[in-house]
């Protein structure tokens, strides 16, 4: 046992994990109640869902200045994520050439010709009513005083008007232009003829008549008008209306911006994509305009990102998170986390999830050392599969595979929503649980790393077929780094399993062997100072695993926990009776209900030593349970043998063990196993006859006493768990050849005294149930096993 100066020092270098896991057991401990456990999960699910949002979204970088073009770069600036960027440059520039393709636009005026008469007109009313001014402004020209008596001289003002009408008519049925020279030029650039009226394209007729305002006027100023008038007064009427006539085909400069305009705005903006990780300028380089148009893009992509993408990642995080969960709680029997494994897979996957992000910054880095290397290429390396195998390792296949279900969507849209990412985590997960499934020992981790491996290797294969790619550079260094990955989730896993182990105080295979080790420190103080509860252990260690393999239960965690079921005995070693040497039996001296104290006392402090000497919660259940709500009988039977009379009656509470009853098939069968062992030591001739008779027999008490009532062993389970422990004890008691003596020890053996001989038949022990009662025979009918 240990001194207080050795409890002591133990106490005086506790570490920091032993603190952590001594905190986290009190705090699951604490919100374990049904008032509690919904409230304190919807907790942990919230506070995760918001780690998760901080690592998932895209974090804007860090940049102390804004450069422009020309200025120098002081640091490496890389792009925090993918972009894609408007090429204005090239964008600008096809724009321009769209608009230097654009036509030019000229407007056909088809009523020119009306226009002339329908002025003349106006101004001969005028010139009667109100003179020569008003007449002027409507013929928009000044008039000299002959062109006004002229023009107030005409009496037939039809008659001009309709003889005007037929010289001016031919004149515009060309298309007339105020300077051919650049009308020319712009037919060869390409024209549109528009209605300015209607806006709409008429067919502009044959370009090779155009003419321009002056020889159209030269053409008009042969022209003879005939009214009947005075031959003066036609000459300036002639000259009145040579000044009047103006272009049909004008240039249209609106038209043709809007031309310009439209044509500009055809041209889709040219785009390119910049990856995350891709270096967009380096230390001491001049930024160019390229270039900061780059970092001009990230500077406003950082400010349109918190908040909005945010509150999106995380509504995700939780639909994705509490769905799996939801149906795996209704639907999966073994699916059944405690709040402490919550908070382990809470804290496995944020750190999970910052480890990979850090990876992925690490690749980035790689990227600009390694340029011939794409950087999507480094994904393949990330150990995606090790929180499945973590928590396969730790808890079930069950949780295992809903964690995988859970993280590897997550890890999709971490990795910029890549649906490989969610493929690649996916398979890659599931593998590597399948691969822990009997992790015995350390070796069986790399194994699975190795399976991971070959699985990565033929999905980055697939993804590169897929993707019309097989025999790129690329192609190979992907699948290189995949089959690295694998290990590396090996790498991982290893270092991280004894830690999750000693912070959370989980208890793995890996854990249970070295607890199965008989040099172990406690079971080394429980051979020297109780060597009679050590070989009983030792025994009942035997008889679980035989009978734990028989019906598919864990045998390493029933062969450890029989090891140290009954580590409390090492507090009074001597008042058991496998450790009497001296055939002095204390029990003698004390009163029945004391020595029942005593007895049920061993399970506290067995559970204390478990928990001083980090057995782990499923060992200290299962000590806590090895006994369940059994009777004392030796003792209980003895008490009422001294009743007297007036005295208060014995109450069979007061000799029953504590509990709780077994509640898992392991802790039914450490139960089993040590009330079986410890009678198979009274029987006088051990045959094969008696040890099955004996085993039927115990067993069947156990069951009729309710004992394994809230475990999940089966009447066929316990068929085969005797069948086991027959073999087990037979294979003990066997009956050896009685060979004869040399002739000197018979000499020496004559010499002795009967008085010497170690012939004393075992007793039983006081405290144990034997299970031999009446009334055996029929139950053990009804059980089938007689």
């Known amino acids: 046992m240990p001194t207080e100066n050795g409890d002591k020092q133990k106490n005086d270098k506790t570490s920091v994990a032993q603190l952590c896991s001594c905190w986290l057991e009190k705090f699951a401990d604490a919100f374990s109640g049904e008032k509690h456990q919904k409230s304190?999960?919807?907790?942990?699910?919230?506070?995760?869902?918001?780690?998760?949002?901080?690592?998932?979204?895209?974090?804007?970088?860090?940049?102390?200045?804004?450069?422009?073009?020309?200025?120098?770069?002081?640091?490496?600036?890389?792009?925090?994520?993918?972009?894609?960027?408007?090429?204005?440059?090239?964008?600008?520039?096809?724009?321009?050439e769209a608009e230097s393709t654009a036509p030019y636009v000229y407007s056909l005026d088809p009523n020119a010709n009306l226009e002339i008469v329908s002025r003349f007109e106006q101004a001969f009313t005028l010139v009667r009513e109100k003179g020569r001014q008003a007449a002027a402004e409507v013929l928009a020209q000044d008039l000299t005083d002959q062109e006004f008596v002229a023009l107030a001289r005409v009496r037939d003002t039809r008659a001009f008007l309709a003889d005007l009408g037929r010289q001016v008519a031919p004149f515009y049925r060309q298309r007339i232009v105020a300077d051919l020279a650049k009308f020319s030029a712009n037919r060869k650039h390409g024209i549109q003829v528009i209605d300015p009226g209607t806006r709409q394209e008429v067919a502009a007729g044959d370009y090779a008549a155009v003419i321009d305002l002056?020889?159209?006027?030269?053409?008009?100023?042969?022209?003879?008008?005939?009214?009947?008038?005075?031959?003066?007064?036609?000459?300036?009427?002639?000259?009145?209306?040579?000044?009047?006539?103006?272009?049909?085909?004008?240039?249209?400069?609106d038209a043709s911006e809007d031309k310009k305009g439209e044509a500009r705005a055809a041209v889709r903006p040219v785009l390119f994509k910049l990856k995350r990780g891709e270096m967009i300028v380096r230390v001491g380089e001049r930024v160019s305009a390229e270039q900061a148009m780059k970092l001009e893009k990230m500077y406003k992509s950082k400010n349109l990102t918190p908040f909005l993408t945010g509150i999106g990642v995380f509504g995700l995080?939780?639909?994705?998170?509490?769905?799996?969960?939801?149906?795996?709680?209704?639907?999966?029997?073994?699916?059944?986390?405690?709040?402490?494994?919550?908070?382990?897979?809470?804290?496995?996957?944020?750190?999970?999830?910052?480890?990979?992000?850090?990876?992925?910054?690490?690749?980035?880095?790689?990227?600009?050392?390694?340029?011939?290397?794409?950087?999507?290429?480094?994904?393949?390396?990330f150990p995606f599969a090790a929180g499945s195998i973590i928590v396969r390792i730790i808890l079930n296949s069950e949780i295992s595979l809903v964690y995988c279900a859970i993280c590897a969507p997550l890890l999709g849209i971490m990795m910029n929503n890549s649906l490989p990412v969610v493929i690649y985590a996916l398979l890659g997960g599931i593998v590597g649980a399948h691969g822990v499934r009997q992790c015995k020992e350390r070796g069986t981790i790399y194994s699975a790393g190795l399976k991971v491996s070959v699985v990565n290797v033929a999905v980055a294969l697939c993804f590169h077929i897929y993707?019309?790619?097989?025999?790129?550079?690329?192609?190979l260094y992907c699948i290189g780094f995949a089959f690295f990955g694998g290990f590396l989730n090996a790498v991982f896993v290893s270092g991280t399993v004894p830690l999750v182990e000693a912070l959370f105080q989980y208890t793995t295979d890996v854990k249970l062997l070295e607890l199965a080790n008989l040099n172990s420190p406690l079971l080394r103080e429980l051979?020297?100072?109780?060597?009679?509860?050590?070989?009983?252990?030792?025994?009942?260690?035997?008889?679980?695993?035989?009978?734990?393999?028989?019906?598919?239960?864990?045998?390493?965690?029933?062969?450890?926990?029989?090891?140290?079921?009954?580590v409390g005995k090492l507090k009074k070693p001597l008042y058991f009776i496998e450790n009497i040497r001296d055939g002095e039996n204390r029990h003698d001296k004390l009163s029945p209900s004391m020595s029942a104290l005593i007895l049920i006392s061993h399970m506290k402090e067995?559970?204390?030593?478990?928990?001083?000497?980090?057995?782990?919660?499923?060992?200290?259940?299962?000590?806590?349970?090895?006994?369940?709500?059994?009777l004392i009988s030796y003792f209980y039977l003895k008490a009422k043998g001294m009743e007297t009379p007036g005295a208060p009656p014995v109450e069979e509470r007061d000799f029953r063990y504590p509990g709780p009853k077994p509640q898992t098939r392991e802790a039914g069968l450490v139960l089993l196993a040590d009330c079986v062992e410890a009678a198979s030591r009274t029987l006088v001739d051990p045959t094969p006859a008696r040890i099955q008779g004996m085993v039927q027999k115990i067993i069947n008490n156990i069951f009729m006493d309710g004992q394994l009532d809230e475990c999940e062993l089966t009447l066929k389970n316990l068929h085969e768990i005797a069948k086991s422990f027959n073999q087990i004890l037979a294979g003990i008691y066997h009956?050896?050849?009685?060979?004869?003596?040399?002739?000197?020890?018979?000499?020496?053996?004559?010499?002795?005294?009967?008085?010497?001989?170690?012939s004393e038949p075992p007793k039983a022990e006081p405290g144990r149930d034997s299970g031999v009662q009446k009334g055996g025979t029929e139950d053990l009918r009804r059980l089938g096993m007689s």
């Open 467 to 475: 993707g019309d790619n097989p025999m790129s550079l690329q192609t």
């Open 735 to 758: 009956h050896r050849i009685d060979y004869p003596e040399p002739a000197y020890k018979e000499k020496s053996c004559a010499k002795k005294s009967p008085e010497d001989s170690d």
């Open 214 to 253: 002056t020889t159209a006027r030269r053409n008009f100023a042969a022209a003879h008008l005939n009214f009947g008038g005075q031959p003066r007064d036609l000459e300036l009427l002639k000259g009145v209306a040579l000044r009047m006539l103006s272009p049909n085909l004008t240039f249209d400069r």
């Open 317 to 381: 995080i939780l639909v994705l998170t509490y769905s799996p969960y939801r149906f795996a709680r209704k639907n999966i029997r073994k699916f059944n986390p405690t709040n402490k494994d919550i908070m382990f897979l809470a804290l496995l996957t944020v750190v999970n999830f910052a480890g990979l992000k850090f990876m992925f910054a690490v690749s980035a880095a790689l990227g600009g050392v390694f340029p011939s290397i794409d950087t999507a290429s480094y994904f393949y390396l």
């Open 527 to 566: 051979m020297i100072r109780a060597p009679g509860t050590y070989h009983h252990s030792v025994l009942v260690g035997n008889l679980v695993e035989a009978g734990a393999e028989a019906i598919n239960a864990n045998p390493l965690l029933a062969r450890v926990a029989a090891y140290y079921h009954d």
């Open 40 to 96: 304190t999960r919807l907790t942990l699910l919230f506070a995760t869902a918001l780690f998760l949002t901080l690592l998932i979204i895209p974090s804007p970088q860090l940049l102390t200045t804004k450069y422009r073009e020309g200025d120098i770069a002081t640091s490496d600036i890389r792009a925090s994520q993918d972009y894609l960027i408007e090429d204005l440059l090239l964008t600008e520039k096809k724009r321009t």
């Open 606 to 630: 067995g559970v204390e030593l478990a928990r001083e000497y980090r057995l782990g919660r499923p060992i200290i259940d299962i000590i806590r349970q090895s006994h369940g709500t059994s």
